[in-house]
Structure formats: C-alpha cells, structure tokens
C-alpha cells in the first residue's frame, strides 16, 4: 500500500478497479458491514473500532473463518454524520448483500440507520453509548457498549456503601454530559440521595470556579458528582482541589484514559470513577473471570497496532464476538436466524462485561461491567 | 435545436427528463436514495444560486436554513401534532421572516465582511439546535415522524426518489421564471455592478433581501425534504461544513447556472460513494478532483462545458 502514495492518480485508479473486480468475483464468504466514524471528530471511537474490526476478522478467517466460510467485512467511513451513515446502511443492505451488521459509532449515526435494518431483517449490533438504542427494544438492534444510564447507578451504589445522601452535580453541555446528566437525574431517587447543586458549563470554558463555589455552599454537601467528556472534567478537578473541597469527588467513565491524568495532575488524587476492565487489565486479580479476555484482546490490539487500547474498540470485539458465536450456534448465514442466536447470547465474556441478552434486554450487560476505580499516585486502582 | 434549448422550459423540462429515465436505470433501493439526495442538495443548489450566482451575494450560512427546515419537520409533529406538509410549510415561512429580517442588514456588508456575518448567523442556529436538547434531542438528534397522507405512509426509497424528483423540478421551475422576470434582470444587474444598477433606478437593498429569502425558503424546503426521506434529524445538517459543501456544490456546478447546481449537487453526493473503494485515500482524491474541477473548468461545470461545445460550433 506504501508505494501507492508515491505515484497516487494511475495506480490509485488501477488498485480500485481491482478491489472493485475483487468484491465482485469473491464467493462463498459471510459479508458482514460496518459503518464507523473513522474520520471526523468521532474519530476516537470510530478509528480503534475499525482497527479491531479489522485485526479479528483476519484473526477469525486465518482460524478457518466461521461455518467454514470466510468473514468478509465492508467498512465506510460516516465521520459521524447521520445522514452518510443512512446512505451507507442503505448500501450495505441493498448493494453489498450483508448478513449482519456491527457498528454505528455514535448514537445520531446508529439512530438514522435503525429504519434501514428494521425494514430489512437485518441484525445490527451498535457501539453507540445511549439507551435510546435499546429502549425501547427493537426486533433486530442490539448493542455491546454500557449505557451513561448504568455508570450513574454504579457511582450512586458507591455513594450509598460510603453513606453519602446529598451531592452537588456539575455537568458538560456536550452530548456526553448532557444525556448522563438526564440519566443520572432519573435514577438518583432510587438510591435516596438528594441533588442539593446542580450546575453546568460549556464544552470550551476555562474556568468552573464560580459554579463550584456555588455547589461548595450548597447545605450539607457529602460529595460532588461530574459527568463529562473531553478537558472539561480535568478543569474541573483542578479548580475542585483549588477550592478546597473536603467531600469526594466522582468523575464519568468518559475521563477514563490516562490523559485525564495527565492533564488533572496532582488535583486527581482520591477521585473516584467507574471504568471498563480494559483500562486495568493487569491489575485484576488472577482469579478475575473477565482478566483473560481484558487482557487478550489489549495485547493483540497493542501488538498490531502500536497505539494503547481504548475501551471503543473493545466494544467493536464484543459486537463481532458475539455475532460470530451467534452464526456458529446458528449454523447458517440467514438474518433472521442470527437475530434469533444473538438475542439468546448468555454469559458471554467480552471486554465490557458478562453478557447475557433476553427477548427485552438487547444490551444484556448488568452493573459489574464497571469497575470502581480510584486514583491514587498518578494511576487507577481498583476500589472493590 | 438551439431555439428549443434556449427555451425557459427547457432546464426543468431536462431535469424531468433526467429524473424520468433515471428512475428506470437505477438498479436498487440505494441508488434511488443516493439520487434522492442529490435532487434534495440539488433544491437548495439552486436557490442558493440565486443568491451567489446571479446576485452575487455570499452565504455561508446557509445550511442554518436547512437544519431550521430538518427539525421543523421533527419538532413541530411531536410538539404540536402538527402534520409534516404543513410543519415543513410552516418552516419555509419562519425561515423567510428569518432571512427578511436579518437579510436587512447583514445585506449591507459586502465581500469577506458579509461572509462572515452568514457565517455567524449559521453557527448561531446550529449552536441553538445542538444546545435546546428539551426540544432537538440535542447533538443526538431526534426521530421524524413518517409522513401520512389520506391514510397513504410515504416511505421506501422509489416513494422518495418521485417526490423529491418532482420537488426538485419545480424548484427548477420557479428559478428560471424568477431569473427571466424584471427581479432576475434586477439581479443580474447589481451582480454586475451595484452602483450602475442604482444608478438604473432598481432598489438595491430591497432585491437583495427578497433574493436572500426566496434562497432560505428553497434551503428550508429542501431540508425538510431530507428529515422526512430520513426519518431522523441530526445537528449536523445545520452545522458549517454543510454550508461549506452548499457552496462548494454551487461554485463546481457553476455559479448562475440552474442546471449546473444540479451537477454540482450530483458530483458531490455521488463522488464519496464512488471513492469508498480508495479506502483511506478517498479525502485526498476528492480534495484533488475538485481542485483540477477548478482548475480545468474555471466557471464550473456546465457554463465551462457550454462555452466549449460553443466555441467547437464556430
């Protein structure tokens, strides 16, 4: 592929037509689609997704494929905009021929594309975080990643176990922090804890000392609760151990990578945030159930492609595992009879968690799927 | 032959055509899609043609229309029952009291000044989309609502290709009878030169606004054609880059060319779908067709290509 930057127009246009001929005359293989965000400012989800796709699809087909056909994946590239995505499952479905479908990197892309394989009995297995997806269940739309819904019951159980009942919320204006922050409003009662602050800031600000201050002299304040994405997060970190608060404070699973870290410095110190076990492999305990796939999957991804693993493209192996399990239970390559195997997916072991789907749960992941992390010394480590 | 080309009816009569026995070579439900997306870029081509190409005004906030067409469709069935005809009119009329009144003086600008008051101005409502998440859904997007008439559903792709076809021809219609009208005169004339058309006694500002709004009009209808084809709006239908590619589509198609800003829709709708097979190469070869599209036909692509085939005829 290297040399065909040196001497783009011809060659380009020959080694097309020749990929073209190629997908024509290949036979005999299982086509399955995906249409990602792999360029755009979606990239960080849609760039590793595509490359686990990739790398496991070869792994698979190098094994002797599945049902003793070989996999053959058709990857566009969305960028994250809806209305690409809708055209490309359009062509997957009509044109290519697919016989199931893993991803849609976020929500808006996944949401404009469910009509397209409602209509057509086509599964579709979606890496898009929220609950939109699954709630309510449709026939042939699945997804692997945990909801924004679970990661706020999973703080708030941690919350309850320290005996915390009221909290400040500071949250991002981003989609991220916005359809947490909904989430969270929607489930805190049942914990019994009270939002005595709630406030929030735009996804460029520089500074959340005024809102913190305002939380920080809200009554009988027990602990501050982020949900956010990006840099916002680490600003606001910084300015909370600026301010001087004593109550703990709970960042989002979308500040788990170490540039968080980095970025926060020392201001990290004590926060507490529920994460994927990717993000600790090596730290699990041995008897770990989830530590050999946590562990498998980040080197293989680490190896191939020199660039540290992210829990993104761990949903892209969860989808592509579970679809492929569910073609091998079902033996054949028809649609309908894959829906029917995903949906019976139990215990399935993936890098988000146990997996076990049902007719009304087509997410089938349950609250250990988050680990609780804390930082401590500049690194996470595990709270349970 | 020529007589009958230079006919007024001939542009939406050729489009028709086009759309006629396109619908017969098009082997399936997604390459009627991908052309019911060019006739629906294609509408908003052509209105804002109107506004670049024969009066000679920028917009780069056109796709602000647009997204205010999508989510009128969205919004108002699920706010207020309304039904999607006439949401999406409702739509075209807050979009043309909207570019009425701020056309006034954002108007006033000129060049790079004006640009950037557009620009602006699109940013403004796409901000406003992706920020009144009670309302849009947010940057998430929001469902549509399929379109029902007398108890008829309209979807699947051979539905949408017809009436986006059909909207498509009478967009085409209307702007040639607008460019051959005393307004279209009137255009052409402060394109040319705004002091000489004052100077012929044509009320300067006050073309410009009703070209400004017949433009976002024709924006709005044609972004509520693409929310209902859809079934699902996302902000990014109001966002920059879509105004970028709006006046991309007009400069390659051809500025004052209404069958050019078919062309120019059409290459850039269809070109990402043909350069899929590039792989990671596909940004790079499209950035370069355009730029020797540019290059090779300066005036874009059609008015290039009528020039040529005349100058073969001497």
């Given at each position: 592929?290297?040399?065909?930057?040196?001497?783009?127009?011809?060659?380009?246009?020959?080694?097309?037509?020749?990929?073209?001929?190629?997908?024509?005359?290949?036979?005999?293989?299982?086509?399955?689609?995906?249409?990602?965000?792999?360029?755009?400012?979606?990239?960080?989800?849609?760039?590793?997704?595509?490359?686990?796709?990739?790398?496991?699809?070869?792994?698979?087909?190098?094994?002797?494929?599945?049902?003793?056909?070989?996999?053959?994946?058709?990857?566009?590239?969305?960028?994250?905009?809806?209305?690409?995505?809708?055209?490309?499952?359009?062509?997957?479905?009509?044109?290519?021929?697919?016989?199931?479908?893993?991803?849609?990197?976020?929500?808006?892309?996944?949401?404009?594309?469910?009509?397209?394989?409602?209509?057509?009995?086509?599964?579709?297995?979606?890496?898009?975080?929220?609950?939109?997806?699954?709630?309510?269940?449709?026939?042939?739309?699945?997804?692997t990643p945990h909801t924004d819904r679970m990661a706020c019951e999973k703080i708030f159980t941690d919350m309850k176990a320290r005996g915390i009942a009221r909290i400040g919320m500071i949250s991002g204006t981003g989609g991220f922090g916005k359809s947490m922050?909904?989430?969270?409003?929607?489930?805190?009662?049942?914990?019994?804890?009270?939002?005595?602050?709630?406030?929030?800031?735009?996804?460029?600000?520089?500074?959340?000392?005024?809102?913190?201050?305002?939380?920080?002299?809200?009554?009988?304040?027990?602990?501050?609760?982020?949900?956010?994405?990006?840099?916002?997060?680490?600003?606001?970190?910084?300015?909370?151990?600026?301010?001087?608060?004593?109550?703990?404070?709970?960042?989002?699973?979308?500040?788990?990578?170490?540039?968080?870290?980095?970025?926060?410095?020392?201001?990290?110190?004590?926060?507490?945030?529920?994460?994927?076990?990717?993000?600790?492999?090596?730290?699990?305990?041995?008897?770990?159930?989830?530590?050999?796939?946590?562990?498998?999957?980040?080197?293989?991804?680490?190896?191939?492609?020199?660039?540290?693993?992210?829990?993104?493209?761990?949903?892209?192996?969860?989808?592509?595992?579970?679809?492929?399990?569910?073609?091998?239970?079902a033996g054949s390559e028809d649609p309908a009879a894959i829906r029917d195997e995903i949906e019976k997916t139990s215990d399935f072991m993936g890098t988000a968690g146990v997996v076990n789907m049902s007719a009304d749960d087509h997410l089938g992941l349950d609250?250990?799927?988050?680990?609780?992390?804390?930082?401590?010394?500049?690194?996470?480590?595990?709270?349970? | 032959?020529?007589?009958?080309?230079?006919?007024?009816?001939?542009?939406?009569?050729?489009?028709?055509?086009?759309?006629?026995?396109?619908?017969?070579?098009?082997?399936?439900?997604?390459?009627?899609?991908?052309?019911?997306?060019?006739?629906?870029?294609?509408?908003?081509?052509?209105?804002?043609?109107?506004?670049?190409?024969?009066?000679?005004?920028?917009?780069?906030?056109?796709?602000?229309?647009?997204?205010?067409?999508?989510?009128?469709?969205?919004?108002?069935?699920?706010?207020?029952?309304?039904?999607?005809?006439?949401?999406?009119?409702?739509?075209?009329?807050?979009?043309?009291?909207?570019?009425?009144?701020?056309?006034?003086?954002?108007?006033?600008?000129?060049?790079?000044?004006?640009?950037?008051?557009?620009?602006?101005?699109?940013?403004?409502?796409?901000?406003?989309?992706?920020?009144?998440?009670?309302?849009?859904?947010?940057?998430?997007?929001?469902?549509?609502?399929?379109?029902?008439?007398?108890?008829?559903?309209?979807?699947?792709?051979?539905?949408?290709?017809?009436?986006?076809?059909?909207?498509?021809?009478?967009?085409?219609?209307?702007?040639?009878?607008?460019?051959?009208?005393?307004?279209?005169?009137?255009?052409?004339?402060?394109?040319?030169?705004?002091?000489?058309?004052?100077?012929?006694?044509?009320?300067?500002?006050?073309?410009?606004?009703?070209?400004?709004?017949?433009?976002?009009?024709?924006?709005?209808?044609?972004?509520?054609?693409?929310?209902?084809?859809?079934?699902?709006?996302?902000?990014?239908?109001?966002?920059?880059?879509?105004?970028?590619?709006?006046?991309?589509?007009?400069?390659?198609?051809?500025?004052?060319?209404?069958?050019?800003?078919?062309?120019?829709?059409?290459?850039?709708?269809?070109?990402?779908?043909?350069?899929?097979?590039?792989?990671?190469?596909?940004?790079?070869?499209?950035?370069?067709?355009?730029?020797?599209?540019?290059?090779?036909?300066?005036?874009?692509?059609?008015?290039?290509?009528?020039?040529?085939?005349?100058?073969?005829?001497?």
């Amino acid at each position: 592929m290297t040399n065909m930057k040196t001497c783009l127009g011809g060659a380009a246009l020959l080694a097309g037509a020749a990929m073209f001929a190629g997908t024509a005359t290949a036979a005999e293989t299982i086509k399955i689609g995906a249409s990602l965000a792999v360029t755009g400012p979606a990239s960080f989800l849609g760039d590793p997704e595509a490359k686990t796709l990739e790398l496991y699809v070869d792994q698979i087909n190098k094994d002797g494929g599945v049902n003793g056909k070989e996999l053959e994946l058709i990857v566009y590239d969305d960028g994250g905009n809806a209305n690409k995505a809708r055209t490309f499952a359009t062509r997957l479905v009509e044109d290519d021929g697919i016989v199931a479908m893993v991803g849609g990197s976020t929500t808006g892309a996944t949401m404009a594309m469910v009509p397209v394989f409602e209509d057509a009995g086509i599964p579709f297995i979606s890496l898009a975080g929220a609950v939109v997806i699954i709630d309510p269940v449709k026939e042939f739309i699945f997804k692997t990643p945990h909801t924004d819904r679970m990661a706020c019951e999973k703080i708030f159980t941690d919350m309850k176990a320290r005996g915390i009942a009221r909290i400040g919320m500071i949250s991002g204006t981003g989609g991220f922090g916005k359809s947490m922050r909904s989430q969270c409003l929607d489930v805190v009662g049942n914990y019994g804890i009270e939002i005595v602050a709630d406030e929030t800031y735009g996804p460029k600000d520089s500074d959340m000392t005024p809102q913190l201050t305002n939380i920080k002299s809200a009554d009988g304040l027990q602990a501050v609760i982020n949900p956010g994405f990006g840099q916002g997060p680490a600003i606001v970190t910084r300015n909370y151990s600026q301010l001087g608060f004593d109550v703990p404070l709970y960042q989002s699973h979308g500040v788990a990578s170490k540039s968080f870290i980095d970025l926060a410095g020392d201001s990290a110190e004590g926060v507490r945030l529920p994460a994927s076990a990717l993000l600790v492999a090596e730290k699990l305990p041995d008897s770990d159930p989830q530590k050999a796939v946590v562990t498998g999957y980040k080197s293989t991804y680490e190896d191939a492609t020199g660039q540290p693993v992210s829990t993104f493209g761990g949903h892209a192996y969860d989808g592509l595992m579970i679809l492929v399990e569910a073609m091998k239970r079902a033996g054949s390559e028809d649609p309908a009879a894959i829906r029917d195997e995903i949906e019976k997916t139990s215990d399935f072991m993936g890098t988000a968690g146990v997996v076990n789907m049902s007719a009304d749960d087509h997410l089938g992941l349950d609250l250990s799927a988050f680990r609780m992390l804390e930082i401590r010394d500049g690194d996470w480590s595990l709270v349970e | 032959m020529p007589a009958l080309l230079s006919h007024r009816l001939a542009v939406p009569l050729v489009i028709a055509l086009v759309v006629v026995a396109l619908s017969f070579a098009l082997p399936s439900n997604f390459y009627l899609r991908v052309a019911a997306l060019v006739w629906i870029s294609a509408l908003a081509v052509i209105g804002l043609n109107l506004l670049m190409g024969y009066a000679g005004q920028v917009s780069l906030g056109h796709a602000g229309f647009f997204g205010l067409g999508a989510y009128a469709v969205a919004v108002l069935p699920a706010q207020f029952a309304l039904h999607p005809l006439l949401a999406a009119l409702v739509g075209a009329v807050i979009c043309g009291l909207i570019a009425f009144v701020v056309g006034r003086p954002i108007l006033k600008l000129k060049g790079h000044y004006l640009a950037v008051a557009t620009l602006g101005f699109g940013i403004l409502i796409a901000m406003a989309i992706s920020n009144e998440a009670w309302l849009t859904g947010g940057p998430d997007g929001m469902p549509v609502s399929r379109m029902t008439l007398f108890g008829w559903r309209a979807r699947g792709a051979e539905t949408w290709y017809w009436i986006t076809g059909g909207l498509l021809v009478v967009g085409a219609w209307i702007a040639v009878n607008l460019v051959a009208s005393p307004t279209g005169r009137a255009l052409r004339a402060l394109h040319d030169s705004e002091v000489a058309a004052r100077v012929a006694g044509i009320d300067v500002a006050r073309y410009k606004v009703r070209v400004f709004v017949i433009s976002a009009v024709y924006a709005s209808v044609a972004g509520s054609a693409l929310a209902l084809v859809n079934g699902f709006v996302t902000p990014e239908t109001a966002n920059f880059m879509h105004s970028i590619e709006l006046v991309t589509m007009v400069v390659v198609g051809g500025m004052g060319s209404i069958l050019g800003s078919v062309a120019g829709a059409a290459i850039l709708v269809v070109l990402p779908q043909v350069l899929t097979a590039f792989h990671e190469y596909e940004h790079m070869l499209l950035g370069l067709m355009m730029m020797v599209i540019m290059i090779v036909l300066r005036s874009g692509i059609v008015p290039s290509l009528a020039a040529l085939i005349q100058r073969r005829r001497k």
